[in-house]
């Protein structure tokens, strides 16, 4: 019972934020989605995962491991993915960022925090990061269907990550009062991010629930099965495995729902996607963090 609460305890601030932002829009309150996300995306993020990187104090063994098994299992998901769209006939324009990437800054990093502490958001921000670079690259390319990958060092989450993983390598400090105002911005991001969460859900129209449920299903067994195996072959401490787990298994990002409805992917089969799997990850979290905690 003790675990159970425990999780409770750890996901409830979470979907209760979530919820606010949910309730808020249906209660007829203005929220400028685009305007948040801009100002989360371009500014208050950027500043958490190089505040959060720049003072990690993972063991460098632990952090070399962690961003080399994310990086194989986020490889080995986009080769299963890729290829079982191909054998399904379904758009890889559509499906396969989705099926890949996962709500790792909305839902992953705030669990993180509160079901394993500072040390287990430090290591998702690092998971986190390892997402973001590839998510605005070869993902980004796909959904696009061509275009110059370069396009993601126009991204200021990039290069929140590269500076932050550059000062965290030569052990560099901001001057205390610099460092103090920039972490103040990064403090921002979590509950923005899981207020547009809400909001942006109960703006979405979806379509293809049956199709959306099997998808996502599939993917919450891929994105159990792949990290636990590429973490074991890792031999990946209990932590570490438990928050890339954590991270890959979290539900289809509204990041995903933008990026479709920008380059015209479909985005309500995609919207659909972002529902159903964040229905299920109301159950699925806190089943998995069961076996973590």
């Known amino acids: 019972m003790s675990i159970f609460l425990q999780v409770v305890q750890s996901v409830a601030p979470v979907f209760l934020l979530a919820g606010i932002g949910y309730a808020w829009v249906r209660a007829g309150w203005n929220f400028d989605v685009e305007f948040v996300t801009r100002l989360a995306m371009t500014l208050s993020v950027p500043c958490l995962i190089f505040m959060a990187l720049m003072r990690s104090n993972v063991d460098p063994a632990i952090l070399r491991d962690t961003v080399l098994a994310s990086l194989v299992a986020y490889t080995v998901l986009g080769l299963i993915a890729w ?30 925090l509160f079901a394993f502490g500072q040390a287990g958001f430090d290591l998702a921000v690092i998971v986190f990061a390892v997402m973001a670079i590839l998510s605005f690259t070869f993902g980004v390319w796909v959904v696009a269907g061509g275009g110059p990958p370069s396009r993601a ?37 979590i509950p923005l991010m899981l207020l547009t969460l809400g909001v942006a859900i109960s703006r979405l129209r979806p379509r293809s629930l049956g199709l959306a449920l099997w998808v996502s299903l599939v993917k919450l067994a891929l994105c159990l099965a792949v990290p636990i195996a590429v973490g ?52 699925s979290i806190p089943a998995t963090l069961v076996f973590f905690i």
């Open 153 to 189: 060092f126009r991204e200021p989450l990039v290069w929140g990550t590269v500076f932050g993983s550059i000062f965290l390598a030569m052990d560099w400090q901001l001057p205390v009062w610099l460092g103090n105002s920039v972490d103040l911005v990064g403090q921002m991001a």
């Open 232 to 283: 074991l072959a890792f031999g990946l401490g209990r932590l570490p495995l438990g928050v890339m787990v954590l991270q890959l298994s979290t539900p289809v990002a509204v990041t995903s729902y933008m990026l479709a409805a920008k380059y015209d992917a479909r985005p309500d089969e995609v919207a659909g996607l972002v529902v159903v799997s964040t229905l299920i990850s109301v159950i």
């Open 83 to 112: 290829f079982g769209l191909r054998v399904l006939r379904l758009d890889l324009a559509t499906y396969w960022g989705p099926v890949t990437f996962g709500n790792t800054g909305n839902l992953g990093l705030p669990i993180a």
